[in-house]
């Protein structure tokens, strides 16, 4: 176990200077860079795998509220989809007193937020890890164990070879940062562009870098399939934090208490007489709908609405960003917790290294745009050696031997999710106010890719979703009072097994055993 106080080499540490603070104020838009040049926060104390797996435990023993789930009559709402968003308009619905139920294709609540706690002994978050904008952010507000989250560190590194960056050069590349940002927003001012269009010429040899940071690692995709407008659009994500038991455990505990029905795909809506879904069980009706479905989902023709909404969804395609997970005892790259550290490439081949997260033994090293994707595809063993040849180039080869257990993520191969998170394709920004609009009679859409500034985040889905349900209650006249939680179940309307509700309280153990090692509300029984 690696404790979070670990010591790097003092010379290759990154020294504050005023021109470089001066280069990271005037950086508007990129998540981590501008923080080069910032003090380090305060160390999070050294964590046993027996604490961090008995504090993702207790993210879920207290419940948020009671939940109002179906009683004798139909649904006010159905939700389709158990992700953050769906999460937040359960949880908003059942405030307002009104009968809904949230239907999940998969056996576990999260979506793309997921912790595994199996497969190295503590937290691995499959998705989502940075909870950005702490200070605003929808979950950090309502999480059950405020001191469990902490700030991220706000000092990052450049590796040049086998070395990292001097602070000459560090001002060279936010420079050359700045200057690529500003010109991307100019463009966006006066159409909207390709950001790689955007990009000035005189980037040198930093370009291939800068290209990477505010590329793939912003937006999962390679900065030529990036709307300029969406780009400008976002907020600033320069102040983030980390979750202790992991981020999907907090979304997990948010949960906690709604009604939800795991492992009920659905393949599609129609509202000609009130609202039908059709799902594996068959078909569930309410008075409204929210779908969260993911916009590659519905693109791909796996999810549908009628009329037809393929092309709009299209618009908003999710972008590719995986997470090759390295559990390396010792700690040999000779980082400190949650040291960000990014590569000065010369090519796409390149990746950003999260050491030493939480105070453990694991790094993340996290592929993305469209060398990921290829990656990605290539299957595990290729996403392996990949990244025990890029950290064995930078640190030296005796890495690759010191590597322990080892996992990735494919999101492109997994059904039900087709990707990371939407960026929109350039000259289709203005798709994104589309979906914030009630999609069809009756049908709100909410997630991330319904947010203009906080696309790509798990707190712009959480905000999506409170406000798709705070328009489902104007339509259906506005708050119940609140009626106690019934046992009935949603009965679809075919001769095939009834979809069953979530009844029992949710039961959470120190060591979770089910899949990802999540709660154990997100598996059927």
Not at 167 to 186: C, H, K, P, Y
Not at 249 to 262: K, N, T, V, W, Y
């Amino acid at each position: 176990m690696i404790a979070a106080g670990l010591h790097s080499d003092q010379a290759e540490t990154f020294a504050p200077r005023r021109r470089l603070r001066q280069c990271a104020r005037a950086l508007g838009r990129t998540d981590h860079i501008e923080t080069l040049a910032a003090s380090v926060v305060e160390s999070m104390p050294s964590l046993s795998r027996r604490s961090l797996l008995a504090a993702s435990a207790a993210f879920a023993a207290g419940p948020a509220f009671a939940a109002v789930a179906p009683s004798g009559g139909s649904l006010d709402v159905i939700i389709i989809g158990a992700g953050a968003a769906g999460i937040a308009a359960a949880r908003r619905l059942a405030a307002a007193g009104r009968r809904y139920l949230v239907i999940e294709a998969t056996d576990h609540v999260g979506g793309r937020c997921i912790t595994d706690t199996t497969s190295f002994g503590v937290p691995f978050d499959r998705g989502a890890h940075w909870c950005y904008l702490a200070d605003s952010n929808p979950l950090i507000k309502v999480a059950p164990h405020r001191g469990d989250i902490y700030p991220a560190s706000l000092s990052q590194k450049i590796r040049i070879g086998r070395r990292y960056a001097r602070e000459g050069e560090l001002e060279d590349f936010l420079s050359a940062q700045v200057r690529a940002t500003r010109a991307i927003g100019d463009a966006a001012r006066k159409a909207d562009l390709p950001c790689a269009q955007a990009m000035p010429g005189d980037l040198g040899d930093w370009r291939a870098t800068i290209e990477f940071v505010l590329g793939p690692y912003n937006c999962g995709k390679d900065l030529a399939q990036v709307s300029s407008v969406d780009f400008a659009k976002a907020a600033d994500r320069r102040s983030a934090a980390f979750c202790k038991p992991g981020f999907g455990a907090l979304l997990a505990s948010l949960a906690q208490g709604l009604a939800i029905q795991l492992s009920t795909p659905a393949t599609s809506i129609e509202t000609r007489r009130g609202v039908a879904v059709e799902t594996n069980s068959g078909t569930i009706s309410a008075a409204t709908a929210i779908v969260t479905v993911p916009t590659n989902v519905v693109a791909s023709g796996a999810f549908k609405f009628s009329p037809d909404r393929r092309d709009l969804f299209a618009r908003l395609p999710l972008g590719s960003y995986d997470r090759i997970a390295l559990e390396l005892p010792g700690n040999p790259l000779g980082l400190e917790s949650d040291d960000l550290v990014f590569e000065k490439s010369s090519n796409t081949h390149t990746a950003a290294l999260l050491a030493n997260v939480g105070g453990t033994a694991l790094c993340y090293v996290d592929v993305a745009g469209g060398f990921g994707r290829d990656l990605a595809a290539q299957g595990e063993a290729a996403m392996f050696d990949f990244a025990a040849e890029w950290l064995g180039g930078l640190y030296g080869t005796e890495i690759k031997r010191a590597i322990g257990r080892k996992q990735a993520t494919r999101w492109n191969a997994a059904p039900y999710a087709l990707g990371a998170w939407s960026a929109a394709l350039p000259g289709a920004q203005s798709a994104r106010r589309l979906l914030m609009d009630r999609i069809t009679d009756d049908v709100w859409y909410a997630g991330e890719a319904a947010h203009e500034t906080l696309w790509g985040t798990v707190g712009g889905a959480w905000e999506s979703g409170e406000r798709a349900a705070d328009a489902v209650v104007r339509r259906l006249g506005g708050v119940k009072a609140a009626a106690p939680a019934a046992e009935t179940e949603a009965r679809p309307k075919s001769k095939s097994k009834p979809a069953q509700i979530e009844r029992r309280a949710p039961r959470y153990e120190a060591e979770p055993r089910s899949y990802y090692g999540t709660p154990n509300i997100m598996r059927e029984r």
